[in-house]
């Protein structure tokens, strides 16, 4: 019996607005709906419960934008990739819209397994309650100490901060502060942003006091009106080269 030929599109889209606060498989039912929608000729799963055969980058924390996701689609037939991205971008809303896109080997590693670098860019709006400088020697701080501790329901989980954290830089424009952050990501463990950042704030308002961390929306009280946005994601080649996931494939 003859295998149908099958081609791995490769798409990356945005995550923004009010969309910024869809849960991973809110997004996942949405892009899925968006391929429907779009009439792609997408391929299904074998077995019991046949569905859609794509494949995502790994999930954005809640509130969390991005300019960078990325999913794979397999379809059954060719359709030339500008064709695929303008159907999909008809089809998709404004704040989920998909931006690039290009088909890949299909024996090519999953998005989870070949994107291996991550930066995110944290904007934010001083409240007045510290200096970028106080708050620079606290990211310092919380850094040097290479973990955090923080609870997810009613476990409590450690943060790899010397595991995750490549380099960053903490930056002031026009009044406001930029907090970069170059990360690595694996089976592992990721860098969770905000955790970071919520642990150098408690560490400038009440130094010496022991930050009690947890999953969900932060407080701050150094900044405010805080944007977390994920800039970009890379895979690693051997020699340290960071490309994009289309250019690997």
Known sequence: MIEPQLFK?????VKEGRLRY???LEVLRTVERIVRRAGLPYAVTQG????MRAGFSSALPVGTGSTCEWFDLVLTDYIPADHA??????AAPADLKPVEAGYIDMRSDALTAAITRVAYELAMQPTGACTREELQASLDKVIQEGS???????????LDIAGTLVSYTLS?????WLL??????SNEGAMRPELLLAAADALCAQPGQEPELAIGPQHYTCVAQVRICRVA???ELKDGTLVSPLARA
């Not at 955090?148 to 450690?158: D, E, N, Q, W």
């Open 48 to 51: 019991f419960s046949p569905h």
């Open 233 to 235: 994601q890379w895979c």
């Open 148 to 158: 955090l501790s923080y609870r997810r329901g009613a476990k409590t989980k450690t």
């Open 9 to 13: 599109l490769r798409v990356r889209y």
């Open 180 to 185: 970069a952050l170059d990360t690595r990501i």
């Open 22 to 24: 869809l849960a991973h």
């Open 85 to 90: 991205l303008a159907a999909l971008a008809d």
């Open 172 to 176: 002031e424009a026009d009044g406001s």
